[in-house]
Nanobody, 112 residues
Framework: QVQLVESGGGLVQSGGSLRLSCQAS????????MGWYRQAPGKQRELVAS???????SYADSVKGRFTISRDNAKNRGYLQMNSLKPEDTAVYYC??????WGQGTQVTVSS
């Protein structure tokens, strides 16, 4: 059974940083593209960043230069380093792996 479990969310002040982790189990993580989505209250879920199995990355314009996606296939883990956080980054962040497989989400709240 495939499971994705996010961690690392929380409350941070504007300008601060957080690092989200996504622990995968029940799958050979390295063969899948993975990514991070977010959903703010009243808004649609949006793709924040993705990383292909070969390591090519892609980012939403709103987070370019501030967020970095990475993966450690040996540990079956993905990461999202978020710097210079803004109140508009407040959302539930979801880990995704092609399949599709989804994590349960982790709340990120950025106070102004």
């Amino acid at each position: 059974q495939v499971q994705l479990v996010e961690s690392g969310g929380g409350l941070v002040q504007s300008g601060g940083s957080l690092r989200l982790s996504c622990q995968a189990s029940g799958m050979i993580f390295g063969v899948f593209a993975m990514g991070w989505y977010r959903q703010a209250p009243g808004k649609q879920r949006e793709l924040v960043a993705s990383i292909a199995r070969g390591g090519t990355t892609s980012y939403a314009d709103s987070v370019k230069g501030r967020f970095t996606i990475s993966r450690d296939n040996a540990k079956n883990r993905g990461y999202l380093q978020m710097n210079s956080l803004k109140p508009e980054d407040t959302a539930v962040y979801y880990c995704y792996a092609e399949g599709p497989y989804w994590g349960q989400g982790t709340q990120v709240t950025v106070s102004s």
